[in-house]
């Protein structure tokens, strides 16, 4: 099994082996993931970041979010998921709007986001996403040795390698998607 220094407090699984503590989508696409993917179980209740991290002692610098960022051309939407490190901020209206090719990006509504990931708000990551949205990865998360990373559901996380998140389908590194807080 996997050491993960990251978990702090953690009580770390081995994904494949534990698919009730993850969103059906995500279970379904780590399936044919080999390299190692912790799952740990969390009070939903503290799934937001910062509560996550103050509650299960693991560094903010290692939790990575998963945002669903929507832009419209030619009446089509277009979506995008983007993993930035919770202490940066996605530069939406530039990077992440040019690589759309759309006039304005910004958040996907909630409701939205749910509906189309199958995933809980808040718990939402790039594994499982649907196969035509494009994974746009910050450097900094694609250079990260371990990360803390949602499951689809608000009651766990997963731990993974920035790695892991390139090698994903649609999948594309970009420098500068996020700048500091």
């Known amino acids: 099994m996997t050491t993960w220094s990251i978990a702090g407090t953690l009580d770390v699984l081995p994904a494949a082996q534990h698919p009730g503590l993850m969103a059906e989508p995500v279970a379904k696409a780590l399936a044919g993931i080999t390299e190692p993917v912790g799952v740990a179980e969390i009070d939903p209740e503290l799934a937001d970041t910062a509560e996550f991290c103050a509650a299960y002692s693991s560094p903010l610098s290692a939790s990575a979010n ?38 304005k990006a910004s958040f996907a509504p909630m409701a939205e986001a ?44 997963l731990l993974v390698t920035g790695a892991l998140l390139t090698s994903l389908p649609g999948a594309e590194v970009i420098e500068g998607l996020a700048n500091p807080v």
């Open 114 to 157: 749910v509906a189309l990931t199958g995933m809980e708000y808040g718990g939402i990551t790039p594994i499982g996403l649907p196969e035509e949205w494009p994974i746009l990865v910050d450097r900094a998360v694609a250079d990260s040795p371990e990360l803390v990373v949602g499951s689809g559901i608000r009651g766990s996380k």
């Open 66 to 103: 998963c945002v669903v960022v929507a832009g419209k051309r030619s009446g089509e939407v277009r979506y995008a998921a983007a993993m930035i490190l919770a202490t940066t901020r996605a530069d939406v209206n530039g990077v992440i709007r040019r690589r759309l090719d759309v006039r």
